[in-house]
């Protein structure tokens, strides 16, 4: 007998619903095609409901003191780190990632939860005393009222962790809608967020692609939207919601370029740029997938295939494995076609990650780490954001040289540098147009006191997620200008000229 694939509910108005939607698509296990779950695409009136559950309750809610909002979040991860095992199995099932960096993307999420708790710190406002005679002006950051985020598969913790509590601990409601790949994480996150206090109304989550998402783009009650996903999908929500009166932030696709200089630390570099170009299957927006060799460092090409090939390529529940599948079929497809275009395109294929051999896990969606090198703009590997376990190497005669290629790059995520000269490191991060910078880091992802702050065609909208720009993004500045009247600061009469 088999047993059915248990359904994902939706989050509405405090109670865990399925959805009445007759479309459900499989959640799959990518490294053994089993079947985990099935996910609804809810339907229109589903969204409505859960915006209409979000309006109500952001009546109450923002009316909620600071510190109460705070402690719910203090508490929350306390819950979170008390169920960081289980959340990384669930993750790593669902999504492929080994089970360290499944518990590395909870983590990302984590840091922002608890910065989440903290926000009275970041959400206050100016005074200026005095700025005519007893007139002082003032600011307040008020929430917005219902808030939604649409997020991709590939962090399904960090990201929705990203959104919600940010917006939730400034005082708005909010319409979560997962990646319908791997929403089973998400959804844990999201009972633990429950758990930790949040009422009914403030967070909801319907699951579901493109006629949900442009549901909400369209809803008149929703105020603003964060996406984080592909360019071609952030592109429309972008111009749809805003369309729509929102605010919208949209982080979006990447090819992150490392150069590595001669003088680098060539054990320290060449470790560095594994990681960063194979860790997650390649499967990070900040993957540092394009190299940018300088001079001599041409040469360190066999050193770094070398080390490539020592990962082991595996389920991701597996002891020691370093890069587990690519998150589905259709994925492996699309990166084999990629590397098939490059070797066709004239690149070196100096390492083929394609077909691994992987006992125990045959059916998985497996590319082991693939490197090319004489790599040119032009070649769709170059153009194209790959997505998948493939580094692709150009090289350049000077520092320069590699800023101006960098810049050229339409994308704007993630650069890094590697030198041991300040001087250097210096002109790279002062000339180069890339939003996130590293020096000798090769994921340069900020910590939750900043902001994320990609840019050029990797993100619309002027302000990133998380840190003092997200606390910009879901709050209105209303600026007061106040006058008490005393014996002192009494009016002399009607004045029609402009003053205060
Ligand atoms: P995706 O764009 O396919 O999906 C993102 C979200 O949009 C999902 O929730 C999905 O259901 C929804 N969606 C998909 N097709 C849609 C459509 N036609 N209309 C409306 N909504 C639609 O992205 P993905 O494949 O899940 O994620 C990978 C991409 O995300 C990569 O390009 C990666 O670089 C990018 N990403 C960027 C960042 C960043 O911070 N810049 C972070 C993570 C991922």
Redesign the pocket.
Known sequence: MTVAAPRIRMLIDGQFVESASSNWQNVVNPATQDVLAQVPFATVSEVDAAVAAAKEAFKTWRKTPIGTRARIFLKYQQLIREHMSELAHILSAEQGKTLPDAEGDVFRGLEVVEHAAAIGNLQLGELANNVANGVDTYTLLQPLGVCAG??????PAM?PLWMFPMAIATGNTFIL?????DPMVTMRLVELALEAGIPKGVLNVVHG??EV??AICDHPDIKAVSF???????T??YNRASLAGKRVQC????KNHAVVLPDANKEQSLNAMVGAAFGAAGQR?MAASTLVLVGEAREWVPDLVAKAKTLKVSGGTVAGTDVGPVISCAARERVEGLIASGVEQGAKLVLDGRNPQVDGFEKGNFVGPTIFSGVKPGMRIYDE?I?GPVLVILEVDTLEDAIELINANPNG?GTAVFTQSGAAARKFQEDIDVGQVGINVPIPVPVPLFS?T?SRA??LGDLGPYGKQVVMFYTQTKTITSRWFDDETLGHGVNTTISL
């Open positions: 649409i997020t991709p598969f590939n962090f990201i809608k997962p990646s319908e790949q692609g493109e998402v442009n984080v996903g592909s360019t071609r999908v952030g429309h929500v982080m979006m696709g990447a927006c954001e997505f995520n994320f990609g990797s993100k």
